[in-house]
Antibody
Framework: QVQLQQSGPGLVKPSQTLSLTCAVS??????????WHWVRQSPSRGLEWLGR?????????DYAVSVKSRIVINADTSKNHFSLQLRSVTPEDTAVYYC????????????WGQGTMVSVSS | QSALTQPASVSGSPGQSVTLSCTGT?????????VSWYQHHPGKAPRLIIY???NRPSGVSSRFSGSKSGNTASLTISGLQAEDEANYYC??????????FGGGTKLTVL
């Protein structure tokens, strides 16, 4: 059974970097049948796709235009986890952050992490 | 503002059917059959209930069905039950930003 376990701080100061990790069990982050995503939810924006990382012939990542200049998503194969880093955060980045697996054969997010509420405040 | 448009709320009585809509554009729903729906109870992880417009994952009740016409996708829940009360989100693959979500519909079972 595939599970995603999120970890990271729930409070980040403005202008600092938000960092979250998603540990994968029951699957390999290096699998080429899936991709690994971060999604956030806020009252003002609903669910917002942030980006993904995946392994095809090499590791690659794609990001939402809204955060492209501030975001990095990458994977650590030795720990079988993937991470989100969002730089220069503002209160607008306050949200519940989810990691999720997209299964390529159904083009859908079939497994989700439990969610992490992150507040940006001094 | 979300890329896909969903009504903010819908309600129905137990046993009734309700249909939730999700309107996009020719760059997302209109061009791809990669529309999926998620049920989200507050405080829990979202749950996939429909993928590729109309397919149900194993374990999802047949009371949930999906369809698409043009730029609009729909989720129908028949035989409404109290446990169906939740937020429902649609998502689609898009040429513009890869994946877009709807703003979500809060379903209330009266």
């Amino acid at each position: 059974q595939v599970q995603l376990q999120q970890s990271g701080p729930g409070l980040v100061k403005p202008s600092q970097t938000l960092s979250l990790t998603c540990a994968v069990s029951g699957d390999s982050v290096s699998s080429n049948t899936v991709s690994w995503h971060w999604v956030r939810q806020s009252p003002s924006r609903g669910l917002e796709w942030l980006g993904r990382t995946y392994f095809g012939s090499k590791w690659d990542s794609d990001y939402a235009v809204s955060v492209k200049s501030r975001i990095v998503i990458n994977a650590d194969t030795s720990k079988n986890h993937f991470s989100l880093q969002l730089r220069s955060v503002t209160p607008e980045d306050t949200a519940v952050y989810y990691c999720a697996r997209l299964l390529k054969k159904i083009w859908s997010f079939d497994i989700w992490g439990q969610g992490t509420m992150v507040s940006v405040s001094s | 503002q979300s890329a896909l448009t969903q009504p903010a709320s819908v309600s129905g009585s137990p046993g009734q059917s309700v249909t939730l809509s999700c309107t996009g554009t020719g760059s997302d729903i209109g061009s791809y059959n990669y529309v999926s729906w998620y049920q989200h109870h507050p405080g829990k992880a979202p749950r996939l209930i429909i993928y590729e417009v109309r397919n149900r994952p194993s374990g999802v009740s047949s009371r949930f069905s999906g369809s698409k016409s043009g730029n609009t996708a729909s989720l129908t829940i028949s035989g409404l039950q109290a446990e169906d009360e939740a937020n429902y989100y649609c998502t689609s693959y898009t040429t513009r930003t890869l994946w877009v979500f709807g703003g979500g519909t809060k379903l209330t079972v009266l």
